[in-house]
């Protein structure tokens, strides 16, 4: 009897030390919130720069999501990956972020305004989601965004870069692996006030009209944007952090190549959109082909100096964008239909340089090919598709290729490069080649003669048009409307539409490449990488799935 009154004092013991054990582990749980990071990619572990900016907040940071309502399966994961991010960035910093949940439709305090009319001022694209219910189609407005507020100031952040109204899987680990680089990229522009000072060279034909409009609209959002007259003016000054060429038509003096290549060996940033050719779809307009020709810009041996040649040919692709092309009726009644047009390729992200873009937009674009420079890493940043070709100048580009089908066999080139990013350390073109003429007009202008450049970054692209914009009539009023940068005029309007005929549109990321390319060359290096962050895609196999559905079935009844 005494041998089992002590077993049971004992295993009442033991259990109340357990009991005692779990209330410890809960009291710790609820103070310190963590988790264990089992994931290949790290998918819930924020990256050292992250940490770094969180963990120094000195003021409270507020942050409104968007994501509030009754959405379709996708929008609703993307709510709840963001959840989970934020939580993540509040367990870094729980006494400096805050974040909570609204609807668009909610009214702002204070305000006879919804959130959602607030958000399109602060260039938020709505989606129109369309609901089937039993009393016919309900229209709910979604803005997948959040904004961020921290002393003041105010920042958006897209959570989710397409406007599509069915996300698909694919898009939604995109939208996963960049949110960490979205949310803490713009609250490192709200913590560090410096605005980078951004130049848009003119004076060799560059344009400045109404195709710029999206351009100069986006840069002029967080950037010191400024015009710059190269012909005019002595020097490129050393507090101008990018200097861009985009698509120059007239050539380029020697003098303006020296003020070019000095900025570059005193550390200035370079990216260049640039057509080596000239061929545009305004000369097919009223007949069925065209000439594409040299520019003869005399760009060649400064480009080449720092390690590539912008080739004079042109890259056609199967991955490409479409136009309409008349493809029967009357003269009178033609009868249209979108065809694939190979000049206009959307192309591919090179490397995991700028990972996490979608299709680029080009028009009529350059092939690049890399020369061996001491020094310097080069780096292909877009490139076509595994189905492409080139075709070298003098070029014929003809309507007429697309009455039929194109030869797929010619189109056996893959991963042409299109766009290069240039590291390291650059030799002048004007080398032992600077007169003392040029070397006083320098001194004059406040600067000494460089031979090398410290540590620096280029970025070229071969096509001058890929962060310009196109023009639609607008419904209502029928004025022309900008569209944004890269975006077919043809195909806007039937994007929404998703498909017509079994032929998809598809979302073009021009304006996220230039923003990105820009991050790379001016922004924090360490937060410019979690952009490169990878969410694996791991699906199940299909075909084994109808294989064994009865196997599984009856295992698992």
């Known amino acids: 009897m005494e041998r089992i009154t002590g077993k049971f004092s004992s295993s009442r013991f033991g259990w109340l030390i357990l009991l005692l054990l779990l209330l410890g582990i809960n009291f710790v749980a609820s103070v310190f919130h963590s988790r264990i990071d089992l994931t290949k990619e790290k998918r819930y572990t924020l990256s ?141 522009k709200l913590v560090n006030e410096k605005r980078p000072a951004i130049g848009y060279a003119v004076g060799n034909g560059e344009p400045t009209d109404g195709r710029t409009y999206d351009l100069v609209q986006t840069l002029e959002k967080e950037n010191d944007f400024r015009i710059f007259n190269l012909a005019t003016q002595k020097i490129i000054p050393d507090n101008m952090d990018v200097l861009m060429i985009v698509k120059p038509t007239q050539q380029f003096s020697e003098q303006d190549k020296l003020k070019i290549d000095q900025y570059v060996m005193r550390g200035g940033k370079l990216l260049c959109f640039i057509d080596n050719l000239v061929a545009e779809q305004d000369s097919l307009s009223g007949k069925p082909e065209t000439i594409a020709f040299d520019r003869n810009l005399n760009l060649t041996d400064l480009f080449f100096r720092y390690g590539l040649r912008i080739n004079t040919d042109l890259i056609m692709d199967l991955q490409s964008d479409m136009i309409p092309f008349v493809v029967g009726g009357t003269m009178d009644n ?50 076509s598709s595994s189905n492409s070709r080139i075709i070298s100048t003098p070029a014929r580009i003809s309507l007429n290729e697309n009455r039929n089908a194109p030869q797929d066999a010619s189109f056996t080139r893959q991963a042409i490069p299109a766009a290069m990013l240039l590291e390291g350390k650059f030799t002048s073109l004007y080398k032992n080649r600077a007169s003392q003429a040029d070397k006083d007009s320098l001194a004059a202008a406040g600067v000494s003669f460089a031979s090398e450049s410290r540590e620096n970054k280029i970025i070229v692209v071969a096509d001058g048009d890929a962060v310009l914009n196109e023009f639609i009539a607008d419904p209502e009023t029928k004025r022309p409307t900008p569209l944004p940068m890269g975006w077919n005029k043809y195909t806007f309007g039937e994007y929404q539409k998703q498909s017509e005929g079994g032929k998809f549109f598809i979302p073009v990321a021009n304006h996220d490449f230039l923003l990105a390319s820009l991050d790379y060359l001016v922004n924090n290096a360490a937060i410019t990488a979690t952009r490169n962050k990878d969410i694996v895609l791991r699906l199940l196999d299909t075909e084994k799935v109808k294989e064994n559905k009865n196997h599984y079935s009856l295992e698992h009844a």
């Open 48 to 188: 050292k720069a992250t940490n770094t900016l969180v963990g120094s907040l000195n003021d409270k940071v507020e942050i409104d999501v968007f994501l509030k309502g009754e959405f379709p399966s996708g929008f609703r994961r993307l709510a709840n990956s963001t959840d989970e991010f934020l939580q993540l960035l509040k367990d870094r910093n729980g006494s400096r972020i805050q974040y909570r949940f609204i609807s668009p439709e909610d009214k702002v305090p204070g305000a006879s305004i919804s959130y959602g009319d607030s958000l399109q001022g602060l260039g938020a694209l709505p989606i129109n989601l369309t609901v089937q219910l039993k009393a016919g189609q309900s229209s709910n407005i979604i803005f997948p965004v959040a904004v961020i507020h921290y002393k003041g100031k105010q920042a958006l952040v897209n959570l989710y870069p397409g406007a599509s109204r069915n996300i698909s899987q694919t898009e939604i680990n995109s939208a996963e692996a960049l949110m960490e680089y979205q949310f803490v990229n713009a609250l490192n």
């Open 334 to 383: 033609p009868q249209f239909e979108f065809l694939h047009w190979n000049y206009f390729p959307l192309l591919n992200a090179g490397s995991n340089k700028l990972n996490n873009l979608g299709y680029i937009a080009g028009r009529f674009v350059n092939s690049i090919d890399t020369i061996k420079v001491a020094g310097v890493v080069k780096t292909p940043l877009l490139v």
